[in-house]
């Protein structure tokens, strides 16, 4: 008797488990890294378009991870800036990588650090 009582507790414990985890929300595919190429120059931050982009603003769903590789086309040595994450100093002619993923929906600024201080261009991500 012990058994099957063991027996149909399992089952119903297994039934509730999975009823819960496909009931989960999912907002973007788990371990999807969108790759987004990214152009500084000493008049401009050119980042490119992708499937989510809508007029010149990059826009990523939320809970998606962006890697930005980042090239630096200008003439000085330039740190990119998104969201508060920043690149090492990026010598002319050099690139680098800076990784984010985005959990909150919202607008975060952009911008070019030049010796520590904003510079020309800037821009918003959207994050949907």
Do not use: C
């Not at 399992?10 to 987004?36: D, E, R």
């Not at 690149?87 to 520590?116: D, M, V």
Request: hydrophobic letters at 40%.
């Amino acid at each position: 008797m012990s058994r099957s009582l063991a027996a149909v507790a399992a089952l119903l414990l297994a039934a509730a488990l999975a009823a819960h985890a496909s009931a989960a929300p999912q907002t973007t595919a788990p371990g999807q890294i969108y790759i987004i190429k990214v152009t500084l120059s000493n008049s401009a931050i050119v980042i490119a378009r992708d499937r989510y982009s809508v007029g010149k603003n990059p826009q990523y769903p939320r809970g998606g991870t962006v890697q930005y590789a980042v090239r630096n086309k200008g003439t000085r040595t330039y740190v990119f800036k998104v969201a508060g994450h920043m690149t090492q100093p990026i010598p002319a002619g050099h690139s680098t990588f800076i990784q984010i993923h985005w959990n909150y929906r919202g607008q975060y600024l952009y911008e070019l650090l030049y010796k520590g201080k904003p510079v020309g261009p800037k821009g918003y991500v959207t994050v949907f």
